[in-house]
């Protein structure tokens, strides 16, 4: 299969990030500063992957 660059994985995979965080009430650090239990049960599926 085609090699993706390092440099555009890693670029993608924080924008992923910033549109989750900017999502769920999740800073860069991954503190939660939302208000919504739904949230937090939507965003253990994303770190539970992530892990």
């Known amino acids: 299969g085609n090699q993706i660059p390092e ?7 924080a924008a ?5 965080s900017d999502e769920h009430g999740i800073d860069p650090t991954g503190s939660y500063h939302g ?3 739904l ?3 939507r965003i ?3 770190y539970n992957e992530a892990a």
Not at 16 to 20: A, D, K, M, N, P
């Open 39 to 41: 949230q937090l049960e």
């Open 44 to 46: 253990n599926v994303y």
């Open 7 to 13: 440099a555009t994985t890693k670029s993608s995979h």
């Open 35 to 37: 208000d919504s239990d």
């Open 16 to 20: 992923f990030w910033e549109v989750i």
